[in-house]
């Protein structure tokens, strides 16, 4: 699961961030809402942190930008503000949930948990499940027709993305920064080497053809006609 942080106090967001990697999220960090919203648009991440008093671009600016070009991913909003006016107005605009500083990290984590678990509606437990594809997030699990995948950790997060973006085109661009990280050095030909090894492991149960090349793009998961 990957998330974005954004939080211009950066003694917050550096502790925020620890604890979040120390719970096994992958991280992404921003210190301004202008930056927030460019890496929010590259859709990879399962959840955004937003803090609402943002350099450039306020919080809630940001959340009403994402919400009018239809990503929904979840947003749960950090704020000093405590009144019930602010906080309906955040809820309003389309987030999720609102904290109000200071917190306990605790709470924050199990916030959190709760909205990842909502993100996958019509799954169960963390399952996801697409034609004869399953995956359970919590163990890092993959199957292709009922039977276990000896996946790596990458090929896990590269098949989870795949399910959870089903039937839509994913650019390499895309599944490098979700699944290696936006920071990462790797080339985007790393991708095409983890989707061949994915492929393969698919392969004896029938399941490599659900991973469709895009040519000049990248790839889409989704079952033959």
């Not at 921003?30 to 399962?46: K, N, S």
């Not at 169960?124 to 697409?130: A, F, I, K, P, T």
């Amino acid at each position: 699961m990957r998330i974005l942080l954004v939080e211009d106090e950066r003694p917050l967001r550096e502790a925020i961030a620890t604890v979040l990697k120390e719970e096994a999220y992958g991280v992404d960090e921003a210190e301004d809402g202008h930056e927030g919203l460019y890496l929010a648009e590259q859709r990879i991440h399962d959840l955004i942190v937003l803090d609402i008093m943002l350099p450039g671009m306020d919080g809630l600016a940001v959340l009403d930008a994402l919400r009018e070009k239809g990503i929904e991913t979840p947003v749960l909003l950090l704020t000093a503000m405590d009144s019930v006016e602010d906080r309906v107005r955040g809820l309003d605009t389309g987030a999720d949930d609102y904290m109000v500083k200071p917190f306990a990290m605790r709470e924050l984590l199990a916030r959190l948990r709760v909205l990842l678990r909502r993100r996958s509606q019509g799954t169960r437990d963390g399952e996801l499940q697409y034609g004869r594809l399953t995956v359970r997030s919590p163990y890092m699990e993959g199957y292709a027709n009922g039977e276990g995948l000896k996946l790596t950790a990458k090929e896990f997060e590269l098949m989870e993305f795949l399910l959870l973006n089903r039937e839509q085109i994913l650019t390499k661009e895309q599944l490098l920064d979700r699944v290696w990280g936006i920071d990462s050095d790797a080339s985007l030909g790393v991708v095409d080497v983890y989707v061949h090894y994915l492929r393969r492991k698919l392969a004896p149960s029938g399941c490599d053809g659900y991973i469709h090349t895009i040519r000049g793009v990248g790839y889409m998961l989704k079952e033959r006609a």
